[in-house]
């Protein structure tokens, strides 16, 4: 069977795909999108996929990358909503737990904050209660002195106790790409840098295809189907507009920005959740060898594609956290990375950002468009369920078809065939033994465990295959998951990698400084580059690099 996100062979594959009409198109790859294409085809639905930049380059890469039950809408009494992602939390780390993976988290109670020891107690215990924690991840309430032991960079004089409690942390991107790769070894088609530019619609004005422009080829093309899925996030309500839809249920974005600083910067034991002083939380969390912060939440109407952290977001951040963790005196040259997301949430007359419902809701039109709005990277399993429940009702009515529900609870995503959190620790440590000779580190190994699951051993093949002795292994690993992104992951250019697939512009900036021009020459290389073209990825990556510490030169 042909690899249908290679990069290589992407034009072809898509004059192919292009060809039959499908039961439903998909707009949109972010992890609304992917879901849906995966829900979709586990029903034995036909169904193809168009992203117009690259896969997750929408919200989906932007987020604060935790799978969680959204603690805080408990307080806006949002239970249904707490316990459905509560749920789902442990039903995707059960089907990818290489990339959704427990994280303690504190919650520290402080004089005036917005918890108090009870509420903080009962909202911890009701949040387990209605996720259906396991037992050995239920919460555990502290006193002032276990928190400080706990967490000893917390501000004394205001703490008053603590609550520790599960969350599961995820590299959002991944998981987009994963569920993609499933929904694609599973029958479905996915394409990157096709955008749909407008509906085609038959004589009665029902939407029965859409004309799309393909970027990298710069070629336009008719594509058919019986139902059109709007799952295009921050973008929903352009195309609703296309489609002469949109009406006054509308979105209402809102932007989130996350810091990056190295770990030794903000060293905490682990994961926090804390007050702001203007009654907010926001999360600190350690990752490996630098600890990330955020987010804000501000009413946005700039432009949709690559919102930017600004300094007053940076400022606030940091704040913030010197306030609850007084000692580490962060200022803003600390900062390594950042990035700035957009929320598509469902405007609410008269809410503030913060009090905006998370929900997802439908939305028809009367050309037949389905539009999925709102909602959260971590209830996307559910949300496909329901959107793609609508097609198949739909298509089932029209057609004679059996209808076939449902069928994502156990589908395990792309290299997560893990029994449990133990197995891939013992999985690391086998490869491990096995590589060591060949001067791979256990720590090398673990984070390509935790990216790419068992499709390490893709990786690592090439790694052997192709080792080129003017590099150093460190170089030859980052080339071989390169080469592999490139053959099984539809990474175009330096942005797809280095930003959505490997997360190293985040987490790992300062790595790449010396090696994405070596990184460039192997894609231009393998996908035939003409100069032109080499040179305007290479700006595009140099204008992303630059722009994650851009506010430091902005007022
Ligand atoms: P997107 O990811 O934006 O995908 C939509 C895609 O549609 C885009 O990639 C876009 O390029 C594409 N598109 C648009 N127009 C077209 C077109 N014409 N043709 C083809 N493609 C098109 N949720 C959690 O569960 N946990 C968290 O920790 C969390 N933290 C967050 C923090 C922040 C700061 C933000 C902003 C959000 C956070 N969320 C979190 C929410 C979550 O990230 C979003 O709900 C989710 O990623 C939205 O996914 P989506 O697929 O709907 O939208």
Redo the contacts with the bound molecule.
Sequence with gaps: MQNKLSAKNRAKLLKQAIQQQYDVII?????????IALDATTRQLNCIL???????????????????G?LRYLKNLEVRLVRE?GSERAILHKNAPHIVVPRKMLLPIIKEGSLGKYSTSMGLYVYDLLAGVIRSERRKMLNKKKTLIREPLLREDIVLGGGLYYEYQ?D?ARL?IETLKTAINKGASAFNY????EYIYDEKGKAIGVK?IDHIENQIFEVFAKKIVN??????D??RKKDNSLNEKRLHL?????IVVPYNRLPLQQAAYFDTQDRRMI?AIPKGNITYI????NNYTGQ??RPQVNKEDAEYIIDNVNRMFPTVNIVLKDIISS??????LIHEEGKAPSELS?KDEIFYADSGVIT?????????RK?AERTVDVVEKALCEEEDRPVHGVATLNIVLGGGDFKSSKKIKKYIKSLSGKYDSKGITLEQISKLVYKYGRNIINILFIFEDEFIAEYNIHQNLLLAELKYGIKYEAVNNLCDFLIRRSGMLYFERKEIENIYPVLLEELANSLGFEEIKKQAYLQEFETEYKAVLGFLDRD
């Design positions: 707009i949109g790859g972010g992890i609304t999108g992917a879901g168009f992203e117009m930049q690259d896969f997750a380059a929408g919200t989906s890469s932007r987020s604060t990358k935790l799978i969680h959204g992602v995820t959002d987009v096709v955008e749909v530019k799309i799952a295009t996030g921050p973008w929903v352009g195309l809102t932007k989130g920005v996350h999360f955020g987010t804000t939440d949709i594609e990035w700035a997301g957009l929320r598509p998370r999925i709005a709102g909602g959260k990277l971590t209830g996307f949300m």
